[in-house]
């Protein structure tokens, strides 16, 4: 009744056994053996990782400093998985699409969407600062896994139409045990859809830490029992992650059919600025994982590789300066706030019932007006 | 020729994709059976697989599905197979379907269809006759569209498809197999006019989908009491026709608001509040209900004592605060 | 002593839980974190990982876990960590915790609490401020909650948890910090007793939750203008204390409800619909409502524009019909 | 960062190859590598079984029957499950409890419950018609999936008041693919939750078949996932499924966590009476599956081992008639219809609106009893 031998079977589906690796700690190439059987990327693709890495990093201090001025409502920190996200962002084309989640905000700066559009839902102006259609990057994702199925008819809906067109869909440990998250990876599977699930495993869900969240081998095991190939790396390991993400959008956009990849990562900081992260982790757990800093890790190796010069550090540092001294001022402007504004795009045209509410909210604020001047 | 309900949607179903290549149909069963109600019958056949197909059984997956497929030129129609398995949706449309427009300031739009096959009358076992309406009406966003007549059904479903926002398009189980003999094609104005069903004086009934029927007969009977009664059917909750009700209702002087919901919080419950503030007064009595009682959905034994019957309606207008009633007063 | 509301919530938990050891709390980061809002703080120390404990994040999966658990001798009390967040759980909701003890006659009876975060005024992004109690309370078989003070927080939770069926207890993010000098425990009459919250005698506001605090400023602002203002808190949505109601209103012949839940089909209607009913012939104008606008929920800079406020609860005063208002009739 | 050699490491957690099958289509012995290590069962259990499926088999005929006489809203045939319902509660102790579908009807009578309250659903008089505390059997359940986590929270409290409970979990091929499948699983996993879900894979999820349900090698490779042990067993193939659940049940109640068990099978009948079969399958692939008929494989078997007489298939025959004598003059009784019974247990005490409308209701109906007279 089982085929378990097709080209679906167990042994194709399965990750491998530990996670990818090809630096160790200190940045130096490891054994061939943990590279899965995956290809060394290219060395300037590792330079322009970097690059996007530094900024991506600064982009996010700034946006943390931010929190602190008053000018962010909130700030879930890209901290420590800077490697996936600037990775997950990297191995996309401009015609693929990016389903990203409320924790993703560096990966949206890395796709080349503007400081501060990507910082729009934060600072409270409005629910998604830029567009998703120009960017093709779907808004920031806050009910967790609930993306995943839009994520899977948007690249069916594309292959139907003949596009080359693949989705990476970004989803947290945490997100993995919604039921949307199984419902999705199966319709990818059924629908053969062109997705990359990219599983950003940073050990934590707020407080939840991973062995609360599932009693797996890993989360990449999940792929299986949807028939999806899966592969599991180490999320810190930008090298490594290049290798697997770029080996996985290329078969996904072959028409292999779905792919699932867990990177095995990190969360430095707080869960959010408001988050007392004291309460539920060991500093000296945090400690172990500066060890294991992305940056550092793919630094130390391109500069041994003879990959990475001063000169381009300090090209890099200083486009993340450069980055940071553009959006800071634009978000030190309070935003306009156009009372009309809430009663557009409900719908394409408002209802008469809207545009009542509507008069009558313009027609405080033109009293309140009134009395402020 | 008669057609029934079921076969009008069906040929709305069958247009639409005639008209429109982006127009794609799916959900449980509704390749080639044809849904458990056959209103997808032979879709797939005239269409192929890749049009009209079955999917996996999750229907926040299929939810999720056809937003995806929106943001990618397709126009979804998804069936949910019965209310009550409409609910394991509800993230996806009270977050997602509600707001994909609003949230991104219009850059996304969803044409999309979520029909739903609701309400009782059908004898069907628990979680088969839910009405579950009210939920959706409440929720920003969406439009809430349900069919009374056989055209109704076709023309609705027709302009809920060709509609540029998300649709939740409610089925009246009871009614699917009721008849007509009205030819196909009929089109009638677009989302959010009501239509007077029974044109009358004394007394507005509102209602809709598969109340319209229950307040027609409640008319008729009425005019044994020498009672003329008007019946609006809303044809759709969002957006919502106030100034025809509102019309009505200043001429008559009296309303009844007839919904199979759970009066509790329902809709009907927001039409009897909109009366009695735009009509406040031209009323000669107060606004009142006659809803589903608020219990779980009884057994198929039971339910016709939860549903609203002529005789409970007839009881409410008598509660009208009639001097004397008409008849008498002739 | 000064207690938030936060910590009367606590207590209260606490308190439940050395009553009765069947009492257990779980839910997303309620363990050692003590939840988001720190309503379960240090909970999980004093009775231990067994009592009190973390879940995988999945909304449906912990109301069913529940479910479970209160089938065999446990009373669950469960936190949802958003409004919105417990729309997953929606379907185990509405099918199956509204539903058991009826599905089987009494058989398998519910005691647990669903507890909710809710409303908006927090300033939190999308998805983090919807009020969802109506869609709860158009489900019968469950019981909706909400206190609007530090006392009834204590109170009618402890009720909730002592209560047999299950308890949807909706907690107004907004007033989590707000503050009482009364010490606890204190103890209210159980689930379904209004509170006059403030007497008056010219108009009646029906209020709960987190727009207690607007009505009751804009009761008090209201004096300016002579007007003598009764504040209802419902305290429990269901069941209604419809007899509170009923009495103000019949004295003051003048109602308006406040809620922040989309005014569309809301419980506002409901409340709106049920007082034009029963006090029809004492009513001197139209029940009116201030609710939340028919949009999502919007982003927090524009959410002072959305939630009832004391100045739009005064427009609608002054829209009561008033000949002249008491103060100039003086 | 993962262990992936601990105990329940992925090699522990795969079902077998290809499913466990101790008999052939003709009842004989499969070889012992079909026998994936597991013990054939003790030939008196098994002639048990085979008692009840016949009896099982004469409920589900007259149940049918009883649509045709209108005697029931509706029936979903257990016919070619029997194997799978009766081994899945022959292998429960009395204290375990039962989590069943709207499908498993002749588990129910299995089990001991009256078929007339068993059929109470069915024929419309009321939601469940049996005592689910009394009986330890759960309502029917008919929201796909969504009794699962009901199965794990009700086990793992048993486990908490130090009870020797396991809770048997049933789902079709269609409801595994429900988020609330994932989310109990997982839950089972995560709180060690002593459940065995038993998935009823009968190929067709009313028309729509396995292969759009799901791209996995089998559903039992959903296991690993979560951590969770599976197995795969033909079941049409008594005798394995006895050998392969009493194993399930014996080890999760020895506290080695839960387990999935996937059952081949096949649905013989239409989904409901109300559903033309016609449409979608052919009736050369049910003529298949009759020669794989699980009783008569059965039949065989124990014919041919010695352990099933004539007089014993006639006692079986015999009691199944008998039953079935008992309850059609029951069935053809008109339940009593009381209009106040819906009002009752909404709540413990009902509210003052609840009164109301009782109050209403019941008038109407003396009304109505009135002019009846
Ligand atoms: C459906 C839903 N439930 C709960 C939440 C609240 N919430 C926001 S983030 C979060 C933790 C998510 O953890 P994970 O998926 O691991 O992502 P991470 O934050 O670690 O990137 C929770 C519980 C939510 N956003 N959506
Ligand atoms: C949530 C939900 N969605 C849809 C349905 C309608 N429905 C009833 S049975 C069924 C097919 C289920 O198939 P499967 O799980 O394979 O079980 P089987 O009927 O084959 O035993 C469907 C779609 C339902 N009961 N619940
Ligand atoms: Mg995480
Ligand atoms: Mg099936």
């Known amino acids: 009744m089982v085929a378990p031998t097709d080209e679906r079977g167990p042994r194709g589906l399965l990750p491998s056994v530990s996670p990818v690796r090809f630096l160790t ?23 322009t990782v970097y690059h996007q890495m530094v900024v991506g990093r600064h982009f996010d201090t700034e946006a943390t400093n931010l929190t602190k001025l008053g000018r962010l409502a909130v700030y879930p920190s890209s901290r420590g998985q800077e490697a996936c996200q600037v990775a997950g962002v990297a191995v996309l084309g401009a015609q693929d699409w990016l389903f990203p989640t409320y924790r993703d905000t560096v990966a949206l700066v890395t796709r080349g969407i503007d400081p501060v559009e990507a910082l729009g839902l934060l ?29 899977v008819g948007l690249a069916y809906a594309a292959r139907r139409r003949g596009e080359d067109l693949v989705a990476m869909a970004f989803v947290g440990d945490g997100g993995t045990s919604e039921g949307d998250f199984h419902e999705a990876l199966n319709f990818a599977a059924v629908f053969d859809a062109p997705v990359v699930f990219l599983v950003q495993n940073n050990r934590y869900a707020i407080s939840v830490p991973l062995s609360r969240q599932s009693a797996a081998p890993s989360l990449a095991h999940k792929g299986i029992g949807y028939g999806i190939r899966s592969e599991q790396v180490d999320g810190n390991d930008a090298v490594a992650l290049m290798a697997v993400l770029s080996a996985a959008v290329e078969s996904v956009r072959s028409g292999a059919g779905p792919m699932l990849v867990e990177a095995h990562t990190y969360r430095m900081e707080a869960h959010t600025n408001a988050d007392p992260v004291d309460r539920y982790r060991d500093a000296s757990e945090v400690a172990e994982w500066v060890e294991r800093d992305p940056l550092r890790r793919l630094e130390r190796y391109l500069r041994a590789a003879g990959e990475l010069s001063d000169a381009d550090v300090q090209a890099a540092e200083h486009a993340a300066e450069e980055l940071v001294t553009w ?20 719908y394409a045209e408002p209802t008469a019932q809207l545009i009542d509410q509507r008069d009558m909210v313009v027609a405080e604020a033109d009293l309140l007006a009134g009395e402020d001047r | 020729m008669t057609t029934t309900m079921v076969q009008a949607l069906n040929t709305a179903l069958r247009d639409a994709m005639r008209a429109d290549e982006s127009v794609v149909v799916f959900g449980e069963d509704v390749g080639v059976l044809g849904g458990v109600f056959r209103v997808t019958d032979s879709l797939a056949d005239e269409f192929g697989a890749d049009r009209c197909f079955d999917t996996p059984l999750a229907e926040s997956g299929i939810t999720g599905f056809a937003i995806g497929m929106a943001m990618r030129g397709f126009r979804p129609v998804i069936e949910m197979q019965f209310d009550s398995f409409a609910y394991p949706a509800f993230e996806q449309v009270a977050s997602h379907v509600a707001k994909l427009r609003n949230r991104t300031r219009g850059a996304l739009e969803l044409p ?5 096959p609701y309400g009782g009358g059908i004898g069907g076992v628990e979680h088969h006759s839910d009405s579950s309406e009210s939920h959706y009406a409440h929720l920003p966003g969406l439009k809430v569209v349900t069919p009374a007549t056989v055209e109704d059904a076709y023309s609705l479903l027709r302009s809920s498809i060709d509609d540029p926002d998300p649709v939740v398009f409610m089925e009246p189980k009871k009614l699917y197999w009721s008849k007509s003999d009205t030819a196909l094609p009929v089109r009638a104005p677009g989302l959010g006019a009501a239509r007077i069903a029974r044109p009358g004086g004394d007394v507005t009934f509102v209602a809709y989908g598969p109340s319209v029927p229950v307040a027609l007969d409640a008319a008729e009977a009425a005019t044994e009491q020498g009672l003329d009664i008007e019946v609006i059917d809303l044809r759709s909750l969002v957006p919502l026709d106030d100034a025809a009700i509102e019309a009505s209702v200043n001429r ?11 009066s509790f919080a329902g809709i009907a419950a927001e039409l009897v509040a909109r009366v009695q503030q735009r009509c406040f007064y031209s009323l000669q009595a107060p606004v009142l209900r006659v809803a589903g009682l608020d219990i779980p959905y009884p057994p198929p034994l039971y339910e016709h004592l939860y549903l609203p019957s002529v005789d409970r309606v007839l009881d ?15």
Chains 1, 4 share one sequence.
């Open chain 2, 112 to 116: 999309m269809v979520i029909r739903i």
């Open chain 1, 123 to 151: 600072r409270g102006d409005w629910h998604c600062g830029y567009d998703p259609v120009a960017t093709r990057t779907a808004p920031q994702c806050t009910p967790l896994g609930t993306h995943l199925p839009h994520a």
């Open chain 1, 25 to 47: 700690v200190d940045g130096e190439l490891t054994e061939l053996d943990e590279h899965g059987g995956y290809q060394l990327p290219p060395a300037e693709r590792l330079a």
């Open chain 1, 327 to 346: 959006m800071r001022p634009r978000m030190n402007v309070d935003p306009v706030v156009d009372p009309a504004a809430m009663f557009e795009h409900v």
């Open chain 2, 252 to 262: 008559t002087g009296r309303c009844v608001v007839i919904s199979e919901a759970h």
């Open chain 2, 316 to 330: 409410v207008v008598d509660q009208l605060e009639w001097d004397e009633l008409p008849n008498r007063a002739v």
